[in-house]
């Protein structure tokens, strides 16, 4: 096992390092010279001989991507140029809540996608199954941007239930569950945001189910009068493994992805961020802002190879 | 797995044998007997002729502005989807926004197929260390949420269709390129490769007949699921202002700028959606009904 | 195709019926296990290690051996399907791929082999026909006349070509799919052909059929065999002479009633004793091979056999027995240390 994790971590240093180096050349992608796109159109000659300084831009690429690689480490990732804060702490301010809606939409999708995917694996190919596999490929087929906007007529145009956009009050300090104010901001976004995860953690645990059940030692289980009950009991245990690490990568997924929803509802998250960046061409921002998403997807994806290698035991052996 | 016992010779059997259709005509066969694919495909077919014919279909220009005619109902003075916030006629807009809209799933995927699809064959023939190239490669752009990669690039670039289409390239390569490098290593290891290269042909001539025919039914399968992920992806990127720019009609782009309409005409907002779900759901059926059309067991 | 008649010699026969038709001389290949990111070697499998052997023309040689000892390899390496790391192969005086002698496409178009996957030996997308006809048409000859061939081949394999010829192999039975196997391998008009494992995955009733057809078709077409298999009473029953191999190397060779009835090596006699006989007076006193043949990533010292031998002694695991002929018998080769007197080994004297 421990050998495992020495590998692990062996074949993800290369792809983190491939990551930041996209992140890094993702300023030179941007047409025109690199220091207009990194910096204000109002900055001083100082400012500019000090960035230039810093990144050493007449340096060959290699050694800027050193340098650069070199602040990001020390938790540098330069000014945004629109509000001239650093930022590292633009994204401190957004991260927790782009964290809290995919954490509350994978959980949510979590009991409802184990529901549709062990019916439908129950009996597959009965007519339930091809009921939860059809409404699994309108909701790939579904732009969840377009339902948030969808949700947004309904529930706050023509019913006014709930709040359309923001966090509501002293919206990106703590979230508080108990708050009803706040509570009634984050149901939309969660409700969107979970459609897509319900789609694949049900046709994962679907698939899982429906093997064990196709299995022998279910008809002997059968055979020998074992309640239906104990049957499906031990088909859901089998499928938890595999449920759960697509549950984790859904989650990095969705921290990356949420950009859509989250500008749909002014949600100020990371995706929020990034919308704005994008809108006020603020490179800085967009490059910090993807490159800790990014990271964080590499991460949750190792987190989850190395649960699943931890349960399996075939694995183990590295 | 029941292996008939024939005697020997078996010369002149009494019954006669079902017809070989081969490969290609039993996934014919099977998709012309499934109405659902068909149907589906059909609606697609209608999509995409529409925003061909979008100049010839259009009741009205969908660049004429007006005033007076902003966010009206269907129906209302011809206009039958109604008009936009700029009073411009939705119908007309709709019909030309599909060409840009079709064009972001199509051709980046026709991009990837190409070039992941053409390295993932040269990784899978190859192995050894060309292989593991370009895998390593493709695994670190695997490490981006797919978003999140067409949202930096293009959002790096600029906006313009053009960045967008080059993002979306770049943001299928990895799995095209993934898919044919396991069909090509799945079949590379088949006898049948070796025995053709037994008989002393050419190369070029093992690769062509044996090995490209069974390789590309996964990769097309794959690549057609792709082309919605495509549609969906773009109208995202032209919904964050990163697609078309304005005045030109694009159902993501419309989907953005008429969400200020949401308060006067509701309907009005969700009608580009409606045309994204469309396709996207036309196209998925599509690639569903042709994946099972082709899982011949051999 | 009409067969070649027997007193007429073949034009492409070159040193006459005494010159064997292949010559290997101490032929290796060890795969290379690569592992880290940058893919370097970290261990090498000794799949084939020196191998020396020569068939005769119109003999069927028969190799056999556990799976994992390197048969297939050998078969794959005398196709020049996979590239040897050193030895010699010479085809009826030619060396194989030196520029004097043949090249290794003028190789292949004379021996050819038949697979033991029947099912993925065959290209699922082609009719069967198609694949018969692949190798002709790529050697220049006409689309209609290549295809004319292949049902002529079909039909003297006993498939019905106008029945089977269009089918695709999964219309086709194990046995019917492994006859147009041996069509497609004839194609060429080869005059040796591997069979590896060729009856090996096929039902009894249609092994002995397939097995009666491999021998017709060598007498018809005047052909040699390298007969390739697990199964020692069907090896016994085709074959001229039997090479009997253990983790890659040769370790008796010799006639095939000899090697049945007085084997050698330790090895062979495990072998024999352990299939299950059908006359108890023929069976061996010899206690069957136990547990799995070792690692041929790391092949034991010596004798390599000497991990699972009754008779180890200090000398085999310390020296490697050389191949040598064995008293009392023409033409009859162990590598056992038993058999040669000179080895130092407590029995080497007292068995013969």
């Not at chain 1, 050998?3 to 996209?22: C, F, K, T, Y």
């Not at chain 1, 319900?198 to 309640?227: C, H, K, Y």
């Not at chain 2, 002149?12 to 005509?25: D, K, N, V």
């Not at chain 2, 590379?188 to 070029?204: C, E, P, Q, S």
Request: net charge positive; hydrophobic share 45%; with cysteine.
């Amino acid at each position: 096992m421990l050998l495992h994790l020495q590998r692990r971590l062996l074949a993800v240093l290369p792809i983190a390092l491939g990551v930041s180096m996209i992140c890094f050349l993702l300023v030179y992608l941007a047409p025109g010279d690199p220091l207009q796109t990194l910096l204000p159109p109002d900055a001083d000659a100082e400012t500019v001989a000090k960035l230039k300084q810093l990144y050493g831009l007449d340096r060959p690429l290699p050694l800027q991507y050193l340098a650069w690689l070199w602040q990001v480490m020390g938790g540098d990732l330069g000014q945004s140029i629109a509000t001239g804060r650093p930022v590292l702490s633009e994204i401190r301010r957004s991260l927790g809540n782009t964290v809290l809606l995919a954490a509350v939409a994978v959980l949510i999708a979590f009991p409802l996608a184990m529901l549709l995917g062990t019916i439908a694996g129950y009996r597959s190919g009965g007519w339930m199954d091809r009921g939860v596999t059809g409404t699994a490929i309108l909701g790939v087929s579904l732009p969840n941007y377009w339902l948030g906007i969808v949700l947004v007529i309904l529930f706050s145009v023509e019913l006014g239930w709930l709040p359309a956009s923001g966090m509501g009050p002293d919206g990106s300090g703590t979230f508080n569950p108990l708050h009803w104010e706040q509570l009634r901001h984050i149901i939309l976004p969660v409700v969107t945001l979970s459609m897509i995860p319900v789609g694949i953690i049900a046709r994962t645990a679907r698939a899982s189910i429906s093997e064990v059940m196709a299995q022998d030692f279910v008809t002997t289980l059968r055979a020998n009068g074992l309640p239906e009950r104990r049957v499906l009991r031990h088909a859901v245990k089998n499928a938890l493994p595999s449920v759960l690490a697509v549950m984790g990568l859904q989650f990095g997924a969705l921290m990356g992805g949420s950009i859509l929803v989250e500008t749909v509802f002014a949600w100020p998250g990371t995706g929020f961020l990034l919308s704005k960046a994008i809108l006020t061409r603020d490179i800085p921002v967009l490059q910090g802002t993807i490159l800790v998403l990014a990271m964080i997807f590499v991460a949750t994806n190792l987190a989850v190879d190395l649960f699943q290698s931890s349960l399996d035991p075939r694995i183990k052996r590295g | 797995m029941s292996v008939t016992t024939t005697p020997a010779p078996v010369l002149a059997p009494p019954l006669a044998a079902p017809r070989s259709r081969g490969y290609w005509g039993t996934v014919g066969y099977r998709l012309r007997h499934d109405p659902v694919t068909l149907f589906f495909g059909a609606l697609l077919l209608m999509i995409i002729l529409s925003a061909l014919f979008a100049p010839w279909l259009s009741p009205f220009d969908p660049y004429k502005e007006s005033i007076i005619r902003r966010l009206k109902v269907p129906g209302y003075m011809g206009h039958l989807l109604g008009t936009d916030e700029l009073g411009r006629d939705m119908l007309s807009r709709l019909l030309h926004g599909g060409r840009i809209t079709l064009m972001m799933g199509f051709v980046p995927v026709l991009v990837a197929t190409l070039v992941g699809g053409g390295l993932g064959i040269l990784a899978g023939l190859a192995g050894g260390r060309v292989n593991a190239l370009i895998m390593r490669v493709m695994d670190v752009f695997y490490a981006f949420p797919s978003v999140l990669l067409a949202v930096a690039i293009s959002g790096a670039m600029g906006g313009g269709v053009f960045n967008a289409l080059l993002a979306l390239s770049l943001v299928f390569i990895p799995p095209l390129c993934r898919v044919a490098e396991t069909a090509t290593t799945q079949v590379r290891n088949l006898d049948f490769v070796d025995a053709a290269r037994a008989t002393g042909a050419k190369l070029h001539l093992v690769l062509w007949h044996h090995v490209l025919g069974n390789v590309l039914g996964p990769i097309l399968v794959y690549a057609s699921g792709m082309i919605s992920v495509g549609i969906l992806l773009g109208s995202g990127l032209s919904f964050l202002g990163l697609g078309v720019k304005p005045p030109e009609p694009d159902w993501g782009l419309m989907l953005n700028t008429l969400r200020q309409a949401i308060y006067v005409n509701p309907l009005l907002a969700a009608l580009p959606g409606i045309a994204i779900f469309l396709t996207s759901v036309s196209i998925n059926m599509v690639s569903d009904g042709l994946r099972s059309a082709m899982d011949v067991r051999l | 195709m009409s067969a070649a008649p027997l007193f007429l010699r073949d034009p492409r026969d070159v040193g006459g019926p005494a010159q064997p038709l292949l010559d290997v001389r101490d032929l290796r290949k060890h795969f290379p296990i690569r592992g880290g990111a940058l893919q370097r070697v970290v261990a090498k499998v000794h799949a084939v290690d020196g191998v020396s052997f020569s068939v005769m023309k119109g003999e069927t040689l028969g190799i056999v051996g556990e799976s994992g000892c390197g048969k297939s390899t050998l078969a794959r390496l005398l196709m020049r399907l996979v590239e040897p790391d050193s030895g010699e192969q010479v085809f009826d005086g030619e060396e194989v791929g030196s520029a004097r002698g043949i090249s290794v496409a003028g190789l292949r178009r004379q021996v050819q082999m038949v697979f033991q996957d029947s099912a993925s030996s065959l290209n699922p997308r082609m009719p069967v026909q198609g694949s018969v006809a692949f190798g002709p048409r790529a050697h220049g000859m006409g689309p209609a006349e290549s295809v004319a061939l292949a049902r002529e081949l079909l039909q003297q394999v006993g498939l019905n070509p106008a029945l089977f010829g269009p089918r695709y192999p999964h219309e086709l039975s194990g046995g019917q799919k492994q006859r147009v196997n041996i069509a497609r391998a004839l194609a060429l008009r080869p005059r040796m052909v591997i069979l590896d494992e060729a009856v090996s995955a096929l039902d009894k009733s249609v092994e002995a059929q397939v097995l009666n057809l491999l021998r017709s078709l060598k007498q018809q077409m005047n052909l040699t065999y390298i007969f390739i298999s697990h199964d020692l009473s069907v090896v016994r029953w085709i074959s001229d002479r039997v090479m009997v191999m253990y983790l890659g190397e040769v370790v008796e060779i010799g006639p095939a009633e000899q090697i049945y009835t007085a084997p050698r090596h330790p090895y062979t006699r495990a072998l024999l004793a352990s299939r299950p006989s059908m006359d108890p007076d023929h069976r061996l006193e010899e206690p069957p091979v136990t547990g799995d043949p070792p690692n041929p990533v790391n092949p034991p010292a010596g004798c390599r056999f000497h991990t699972r031998c009754p008779h180890a002694e200090a000398v085999c695991s310390a020296r490697a027995p050389r191949l040598g002929l064995t008293q009392g018998a023409r033409d009859h080769h162990a590598a056992c240390h038993l058999h040669d007197p000179a080895s130092g080994h407590s029995l080497a004297m007292v068995r013969h």
